[in-house]
């Protein structure tokens, strides 16, 4: 299975971005998808988890309310809505999925390549 992440760029403050994490190699069905991102200097951070069905799904307090995960596992695809963008959410954007049958996003093990966002006026 490979990731592939694709939608960073540049953006103002209060701007607007929609991540995509496209699967090859075989389909998402299976998996947790989590959404990480590390800004130079700093750890790596999980800001957002959906599990295999889009039950359950999880948001990091620094990007609760603004940013909105989903999937669509008949596009062997996860999106990552960012709203209200702010100059702290400038980082390197990862898409991640866990071993099969695992919710836990924390556990991933397959890596896209990231896509970085720049927020800054």
């Known amino acids: 299975l490979l990731l592939d992440e694709s939608g960073g760029g540049s953006v103002q403050p209060g701007g607007s971005l929609r991540l995509s994490c496209v699967a090859s190699?075989?389909?998402?069905?299976?998996?947790?998808i989590g959404w990480f991102r590390q800004a130079p200097g700093k750890e790596r951070e999980e800001i957002s988890c959906?599990?295999?069905?889009?039950?359950?799904?999880t948001y990091a307090e620094s990007v609760k309310g603004r940013f909105t995960v989903s999937r669509d596992n008949a596009k062997k695809t996860a999106y990552l809505q960012m709203d209200n963008l702010k100059p702290e959410d400038t980082a390197t954007y990862y898409c991640?999925?866990?071993?099969?049958?695992?919710?836990?996003?924390?556990?991933?093990?397959?890596w896209g390549m990231g896509t970085l966002v720049t927020v800054s006026s």
């Open positions: 959906i599990t295999r069905n889009g039950r359950t799904i």
């Open positions: 991640a999925v866990s071993p099969a049958g695992w919710d836990e996003c924390k556990y991933a093990d397959v």
């Open positions: 190699g075989g389909g998402l069905d299976y998996y947790s």
